[in-house]
């Protein structure tokens, strides 16, 4: 069983910036693609980003892709996601998850969610 553990969450005004990471456990991390998801009060979960095992490959949500890069680090068994340029609208609570099936693509399905950490931007 795999264990996420989010943080770098926090409150920041529009424009800013702030660096999530997700420590991972309990798996081969460097076998699985992972991504991070949001939700916003009232909304569905939607994905954010995602990257392959390799890292070689990513993906983005229309409404982050040229603010938000998301990157790993194997040997730390950690991956980040860099939000800039924050808005009031990417106020969410923020979730990492991996992939269901190792070596999958980052088109695959996503679970094992960790707790999550709140981003609040303020206008």
């Known amino acids: 069983q795999v264990q996420l553990v989010e943080s770098g969450g926090g409150l920041v005004q529009a424009g800013g910036s702030l660096r999530l990471s997700c420590a991972a456990s309990?798996?081969?991390?460097?076998?699985?693609?992972m991504a991070w998801f949001r939700q916003a009060p009232g909304k569905e979960r939607e994905l954010v980003a995602a990257i392959r095992w390799s890292g070689v490959s990513t993906r983005y949500a229309d409404s982050v892709k040229g603010r938000f890069t998301i990157s790993r680090d194997n040997a730390k068994s950690t991956v980040y996601l860099q939000m800039n340029s924050l808005k009031p609208e990417d106020t969410a609570i923020y979730y990492c998850a991996v992939g269901r099936r190792s070596y999958d693509s980052i088109y695959g399905d996503f679970g094992s969610w960790g707790q999550g950490t709140q981003v609040t931007v303020s206008s």
């Open positions: 309990g798996r081969t991390f460097s076998s699985y693609s």
